[in-house]
């Protein structure tokens, strides 16, 4: 197996230790035996644990931000918030779904999660927030309304797709996607009425 199509193989073996066993099982044993190889093949592709694991953070935490942002409709849908939400919510529906493993680990971390893990987690949701806002900030550029204030709204939406995010991963049977993007419509339709 090419060492790069290896790595990969590891570090989804990886993943998978540590969302059925939480952060304090994962080893070397352990993911040699997810993988169904010998020690000396997770040695040949990674120095030790510490590296192994660190590629790991770098892959998921990459990819995820990606997909997130891939979720946020097109600029010129904010004419109609409720709209954009609404897609929004769909597109983040269609991501928890393609990657539940990595989204558990960020909307359901075990008590044991790395602090380095945390801080990356906290950096990225900063991130993805302070784009909310700007996103927010131009939807209500010209609107002689100014109850409405940007940087709050985001710790608001970002705060409520958190936890429709987990509630998608342990109740999916519960708030299904035309349930919850139909009260998205309502409730930002009803305080952020279509010009």
Known sequence: MPIEERREQLLDAALAVI?????DRVSIDAIAKRAGVARSVVYGAFENLDALLTALLDRQQARAFERLLRTVPDADELRDPAAFASEAVRRMADMLHQDPDTWRLILLPP?????????????????FRLLVEKWLSLALAGRSDPGLDAQV??????ACAEHFGR?????????DLPRLTGQVRVILGALWPTP
């Open 153 to 158: 709204l985001a710790h608001a939406l970002v």
């Open 19 to 23: 969302v059925s066993d939480g952060y």
């Open 167 to 175: 509630v998608a991963l342990t109740e999916p049977e519960k708030f």
């Open 111 to 127: 008590g044991n999660m790395p602090v380095v893990v945390r801080d990356r987690i906290e950096a990225d949701r900063e991130r």
